[in-house]
């Protein structure tokens, strides 16, 4: 039975910096891909990044690229996601999700990795609140 439990979610000032992680279990971890998003009341799920099985490639929403990193941690069945320079719109519920497809091919994330769909497991999520 997959799970993915995150963490490290809080209240911070505008300008201030969260490390959130997201711990898999389940299945073998460096196998898939990993995906943050994040839903904020009254809207819709949106990607915020996304690292390829292998490292390789790793993928950002324009509204957090440069502030946001994202990473793993094959040792310890991790996904982390930094977050510098937060702003009161990053206001939200952080969840990680953990693609379907084992090993999927760059050229087929790099065409899926926004898409919530393209991912079977999800955590519970973490709140994240900026305030000004």
């Known amino acids: 039975q997959v799970q993915l439990v995150e963490s490290g979610g809080g209240l911070v000032q505008a300008g201030e910096s969260l490390r959130l992680s997201c711990a898999a279990s389940g299945r073998t971890f460096s196998n898939y891909a990993m995906g943050w998003f994040r839903q904020a009341p009254g809207k819709e799920r949106e990607f915020v990044a996304g690292i390829t099985w292998d490292g390789n490639r790793i993928y950002y929403a324009d509204s957090v690229k440069g502030r946001f990193t994202i990473s793993g941690d094959n040792a310890k069945n991790t996904v982390y996601l930094q977050m510098n320079s937060l702003k009161p719109e990053d206001t939200a519920v952080y969840l990680c999700?953990?693609?379907?497809?084992?090993?999927?091919?760059?050229?087929?994330?790099?065409?899926?990795?926004?898409?919530?769909?393209?991912?079977?497991?999800w955590g519970q999520g973490t709140q994240v609140t900026v305030s000004s």
């Open positions: 999700a953990q693609d379907a497809v084992s090993q999927r091919r760059a050229g087929s994330y790099s065409i899926t990795y926004f898409r919530p769909v393209a991912y079977d497991y």
